[in-house]
């Protein structure tokens, strides 16, 4: 056997044991529900990869809510897309600019919680397959909504219905509950060197 098989068989017996460790965790994994997934860190990809969701479960004609409860000035190019192309997607933004923008607490609790109403009856409907909540985890963190009732409308719903939630922090009771946690990590941004945000790359 000259060098080039050698690589070649251990290659084969290497992929052999990997492919044999990933059958036993397919196997493994028995459980048929859907899942409830929360995208946090401080790095970029968090309601990008959301969207990525989105697009995913309407190529097999599932039904998808999209919730955003922090609007940005600035149109989105999932926004456009959603509103024209996609009128089978439920789409409700919350009414406030950024947060950090209003100044108005008082308001900004009242468009939370209206847009909670909006969120909270989503994840009790059993026709939605996927719920997303973009941005949600702000609306704990500043306590502009209760930790408790988001925690129990997230447990309590429906088997078959994924969820998923993005947002910085959010709190340790959010990620102990779901399924899936990913952690978006921040190694550099092109917005730190001076290159202004992009259409249809940033929003
Ligand atoms: P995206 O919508 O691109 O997936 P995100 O949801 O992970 O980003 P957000 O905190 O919601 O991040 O911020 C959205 C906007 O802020 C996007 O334009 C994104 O490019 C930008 N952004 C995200 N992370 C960073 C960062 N670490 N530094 C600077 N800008 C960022
Ligand atoms: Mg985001």
């Known amino acids: 056997m000259n060098d080039e098989q050698s690589k070649n068989e251990r290659h084969k017996k290497a992929m052999e044991k990997q492919k044999a460790k990933v059958d036993s965790r397919i196997e493994a994994a028995s459980t048929e529900r859907g899942v409830a997934i929360v995208l946090t860190g401080n790095g970029k990809g968090k309601s990008s990869s959301a969207f990525g969701m989105v697009m995913r479960a309407l190529g097999y004609g599932h ?7 922090i609007k940005g000035e600035q149109l989105s190019g999932e926004e456009l897309y959603i509103k024209n192309q996609c009128p089978q997607v439920d789409l409700y933004q919350m009414g406030t600019g950024f947060t950090w923008n209003t100044q108005d607490r008082s308001g900004d609790i009242r468009e939370a919680e209206k847009t909670w109403a ?35 409308a997230i447990a309590n719903r429906p088997v078959e219905q994924s969820v998923v939630v993005t ?6 009771a959010l990620q102990e509950l779901v399924d899936t946690v990913s952690e978006v990590k921040d190694i550099k941004h092109a917005f730190k060197s001076g290159i202004k945000a992009r259409k249809g790359v940033d929003y």
């Not at 939605?128 to 009732?149: N, R, S």
């Open 63 to 69: 039904k998808v809510g999209v919730v955003q409860f």
């Open 118 to 152: 909006v969120a909270s009856k989503m994840l009790a409907d059993d026709s939605y397959d996927l719920v997303v909540l973009d941005e949600l985890t702000y609306m704990i963190a500043y306590k502009y909504l209760d930790e408790q009732m988001v925690l129990d």
């Open 167 to 172: 947002g910085r922090g959010g709190g340790s």
